[in-house]
């Protein structure tokens, strides 16, 4: 039990996001093959890919580069939520119905996705246990 009450929120994007890239890694490995090739410079043809057409677009090229860069991209988010939260703080209320709102979109683009089965449950839990804390600490100062 004192493990888990160890585990932050901050964590928890932590792993989310070192799966994201454990997963992309190893599901894009043609891609990232090609990636190496250019040693990571100039993957895409960036706008000269839009609009978004089969035979212009190479849609494998970007999902590989997406899926690795939101992963990376969630780890120092979970680095700034983790430290927050281990110093007792509380996150910003705004930050966790941002939070949630950022992952309800990702939720009805993509519904059979992780954002929908791991996401959308932390953002749940983190506003509600944030709502918790919050009340807890205002109940505690007005006593």
Not at 17 to 25: F, K, N, V
Not at 33 to 45: T, V
Request: charged fraction near 15%.
């Amino acid at each position: 039990m004192k493990i888990i009450k160890k585990i932050t929120n901050g964590l928890i994007l932590v792993i989310i996001g070192l799966l994201h890239t454990q997963y992309a890694l190893s599901s894009f490995g043609k891609q990232f093959l090609e990636f190496s090739k250019s040693y990571f410079y100039k993957i895409s043809n960036g706008t000269d890919e839009l609009p978004a057409l089969v035979g212009k677009t190479n849609f494998e090229t970007f999902a590989a580069f997406w899926f690795f860069y939101f992963g990376i991209f969630i780890i120092p988010l979970g680095l700034l939520v983790h430290s927050i939260e281990k110093d007792g703080k509380i996150l910003p209320h705004t930050f966790s119905i941002s939070y949630l709102i950022v992952v309800l979109i990702g939720c009805y683009m993509v519904p059979s996705s992780g954002m929908t089965f791991f996401m959308l449950p932390h953002a749940i839990y983190m506003l509600v246990r944030n709502y918790l804390k919050a009340r807890k600490v205002n109940n505690n100062l007005s006593v």
